[in-house]
């Protein structure tokens, strides 16, 4: 027993961890994708090469971006406050360093950020009124300070040094002809909710620095590859049984077309044996990208085939496709093999039917819906919350960008057609949830996490943001 919490405790912890990395980074995947643009069509080697454009690439990639990574990391742990000290802070591993500082970044970032914070609460009640805006600009202009000289001549050495210990360690691996073996570890991983991590904590910022001396990089289809969970839904579209035979048709367009990986995600915890296609999926998908050189420009989000193949740089086509195309098949080939020679996937429906019904205390009406058969949908317990009184309703996820997004713009639209007014819906990072929010609605494994940032909130758990019984309850709650 005791061994088990371990093991959660340690999933909560690293989802945590995780989440943190990839929180510096989504927020600013727009930014990414703009000069993924740019280094795609202007660099001499790109599709239009243009010398005065092209000269937008080196600021972008050494300056732009790691400030925007620095601030959004401070902001994350003091508001806009500690974003200035945070990208101030990043401006000294910059200067000091002469490779792109995203790792740098996402150090000074949250230390300016929880540095101030802690500066704040100690000059708190201490400080005379009418000095109050004097105190908080100095303290804050002499905190950045120190940190940006001592990033320039302590941190920013130790960060690029351990910076190129990660590279080299990665080029090794892909020397040796070991990088297809990285899938045992990130498709795992994928399905605990740490993809966001995986991808934008640790493969692209090593990405991004391959990219800006050799023009792509293959670590940005590691995790983004669309083709081993599209081989899995292809498997349930034509071995499986029941509500996941029904609903992969939709999933298979979410999630390639979409990007939204997530949406996979349920169907392997149905049957964990299907971790193993996925992994082979991954092997072989990269075996394909290392084999035709393949690599992007730029991190593709979402894992979208349209944003692979738009970050993709010229002539590199036909190595990308194929790769997703490989990964597709052998995913899809090992899937159909476990899901035809294991336990009928109805039967584990139907058992994850029965402990709702348990939960609910009424037969489920909702047959043939995934979420509503692959698991039941638990509420915490808030006797007596009045749902009369609802402004916010929060959807929450680890990025805050993908299948909270998705869950929200149901629910927005259940919201709408009932003609209930007054009731805002939109979805966000657990690491940002609004102090106002009334109702936080996360996945069951980060639910834990979402009470712990908002424990006054009323929350409630889905195993899938796409297609959820309790959305209803919820709009005849609020009705």
Known sequence: MENNQNKVDFRVKAQRFGSYLSGMIMPNIGAFIAWGIITALFIPTGRIPNETLGALVGPMITYLLPLL?????????YDVRGGVVGATATMGVIVGSDIPMFLGAMVMGPLGGYLIKKVDDLLKDRVRQGFEMLVNNFSAGI??????????????????????????????????????LASIFIEPAKVLFLNNAINHGILSPIGIQEAASAGKSVLFLLESNPGPGLGILLAYMFFGRGSAKQTAPGAVVIHFLGGIHEIYFPYILMKPMLLLAAIAGGISGVFTFTVFDAGLVASPSPGSIIALLAMTPKGGYVGVILGVIVAATVSFLVAALILKTSKQTDEDLTEATAKMEAMKGKKSSVSGNLAATESAIEATTNEGFDFGNVKKVIFACDAGMGSSAMGASILRNKVKKAEIEGVDVTNTSINNIPADADIVISHKDLTDRA???????????????????KYDEIVDELK
């Open 143 to 180: 905190l950045a300070a120190i940190l940006t000289i001592a990033a320039l001549l302590g941190i920013g050495p130790v960060v690029e040094g351990l910076n190129n210990v990660l590279a080299s360690a990665v080029r090794v691996i892909f020397d040796a002809g070991l990088l297809p």
């Open 69 to 77: 990574i620095g601030y959004t990391g401070g902001k994350m742990i």
């Open 451 to 469: 009470k712990a940032k908002l424990p006054t909130a009323y929350h409630l758990s889905v195993d899938n943001f796409l297609n959820s019984p």
